[in-house]
């Protein structure tokens, strides 16, 4: 299954539920004993996602992190060796290569692991669950996409 | 105005100043979530979000989620005027729906979805079976931001993305979809791309079904009721929601009881034990419903047109089908009618309309896009 970094930005927003399983396996990857608070996290992912410097502390008040906190949660990931530090103004924080392939892995088997659970429960249950199959692109023509638009 | 001329002269403008390089954007205003599908860093993306805690958050200056307990009935009373802006995916407050679609473009160019609402072209879901003056109301609010609008239909953009073949060509879907929101849950039948129509009494009206006794609130309020009769524990409607969208497809599809931890409005911590028993109950009056709404409304088709509707199967979309098991017991339903028909769910349900309604505008846009 591919896993890229827009995915992931999308999964932890809206589920949280990779944070989770990053944090329990970051804990050890950083040294640390308490486990890696939200904010960290979506540091990390914020990162990955390439936003530049300017724009990252206007999207963390938008998802409403303090400026303060965020900077010093910044320190303590760069204390960690998480982040490296940025080279040039404008330049993306970047986040240490070794975590972004921990954390794609994590993306990965997670992923996989609640897919295979799914079928793997219903399998042994023989319950049929009936949802559509794979949906291929159905390419329109000019005059369908006219009237499916409503003024053909 | 009638709303064909209103769509007609909305979309006249906007092929007019179509460019190829147009970003393409799908939203379906929900009443609860408000829905949409982007393209971002090479990606379909889906993003959702709680029409009134956003608007809430932003009033009383503070974060507030969805709360279980007395806070629950407290915050809910204070975000009562603000809640519920748009009802059954028409705008029911203008002002409110405006402030908060700035705010949804300040964010959605904070985030990088887009540069300037310049650039997008915006595909508007609305029901087919709402009232047209709110319709074109509902439109104008976005039309404040966005210039380049093409209007679809919910059910019609969500079937449209599924396969629909005849002598092996492809063509425009001729299907039954639904569609099990919030607050209403449609039935509409779609003949060659659009809403059938039937005569009656020199009037053209559309063969569309909605109820909202089945929608997703009144399930809801159910849950609420049973888990009040069965357990003697009052607890709130968001919490009821949120044990529906948690736990009821471990304990009604894959039939598991489930023992959870809640707290009453009182805020006294309570134990309760879910079980298969109470989610048949609470999902039951849907089900029957709609099964029996079904053949009402295919017998209204002419027979050659009805044999073509129901030579593919029926799909359908919305937040309530998460629930795995559901598309299946209401197909078993509709067999103890002795209708042997097909249902199945939607791939990823509750954006069914707006991957859909991208695809559309995608497509739309490389086609007309100068």
């Excluded at chain 2, 307990?69 to 002002?95: P, Q, Y």
Aim: overall charge neutral.
């Amino acid at each position: 299954m591919k896993v890229d970094e827009t995915l992931l930005f999308n999964l932890i927003f809206k589920t949280g539920e990779l944070m989770y399983y990053t944090a329990k396996k970051l804990k050890y990857a950083a040294g640390r004993k308490q486990k890696y608070k939200s904010l960290q996290l979506t540091i990390i992912f914020l990162c990955l996602k390439k936003i530049k410097k300017d724009k990252f502390f206007e999207v963390m008040a938008s998802l409403g992190k303090r400026k303060d906190n965020v900077l010093r949660a910044h320190g303590k990931l760069l204390e960690d060796g998480i982040l490296d530090i940025e080279v040039d103004e404008g330049v993306y924080y970047k986040v240490n290569p070794k975590i972004k392939q921990e954390i794609m892995k994590i993306a990965e088997e997670k992923l996989y692991h609640v897919e295979k659970e799914q079928i793997e429960f219903a399998e042994s249950k023989e319950i049929e669950i009936k949802v559509a199959e794979k949906r291929e692109e159905t390419e329109y023509s000019k005059e369908q996409l006219e009237k499916l638009v409503g003024v053909g | 105005m009638s709303f064909q001329s209103y769509k007609q002269d909305l979309y006249d403008e906007t092929k007019k100043h179509l460019k190829k390089t147009d970003i393409s954007l799908a939203i379906e205003p929900g009443s609860n979530n408000f829905k949409m599908t982007y393209f971002l860093n090479g990606e379909t993306a889906n993003f959702e979000e709680l029409t009134c805690y956003r608007l809430i958050r932003q009033a009383f200056k503070r974060e507030l989620k969805p709360v279980w307990g007395k806070v629950a009935v407290d915050s809910a009373n204070k975000g009562k005027e603000l809640e519920w802006f748009i009802e059954g995916g028409v705008v029911k407050n203008e002002e409110l729906l405006k402030t908060y679609m700035q705010m949804m473009n300040e964010s959605m160019i904070k985030t990088g979805i887009y540069n300037s609402s310049g650039e997008v072209i915006l595909a508007i879901i609305l029901p087919a079976r709402a009232k047209e003056k709110l319709k074109i109301k509902t439109i104008e609010c976005f039309k404040k931001i966005y210039g380049k609008i093409i209007v679809l239909d919910e059910v019609t953009s969500m079937l449209a993305s599924y396969p629909c073949y005849e002598d092996g060509k492809k063509v425009l879907p001729t299907r039954l979809g639904g569609d099990f929101g919030a607050y209403t849950r449609d039935w509409v039948i779609v003949v060659d791309g659009l809403v059938a129509t039937k005569k009656v009494k020199d009037r053209v009206v559309e063969i569309c079904d909605s109820r909202r006794s089945d929608a997703g609130i009144h399930i809801d309020e159910l849950i609420q009721r049973l888990i009040g009769e069965h357990y003697g524990v009052e607890i709130s409607l968001d919490m009821a929601r949120e044990i529906k969208e948690l736990y009821w497809n471990m304990v009604f599809t894959y039939r598991k009881k489930k023992k959870i931890r809640l707290v009453d409005t009182s805020n006294r911590p309570e134990e309760i034990e879910l079980t298969p028993a109470i989610a048949d109950e609470s999902l039951a009056p849907t089900i029957e419903s709609s099964a029996s709404d079904i053949p009402k409304l295919l017998d209204l088709l002419d027979i050659s047109v009805r044999n073509r509707v129901i030579e593919d199967e029926m799909i359908i979309s919305g937040g309530l089908m998460k629930i795995e098991g559901l598309a299946g017991a209401i197909e078993v339903a509709l067999k103890e009618e002795e209708y042997d028909y097909s249902i199945i769910a939607a791939i990823n349900p509750k954006f069914g309309s707006t991957d859909g309604g991208f695809t559309i505008t995608r497509q739309f846009k490389e086609a007309f896009g100068k």
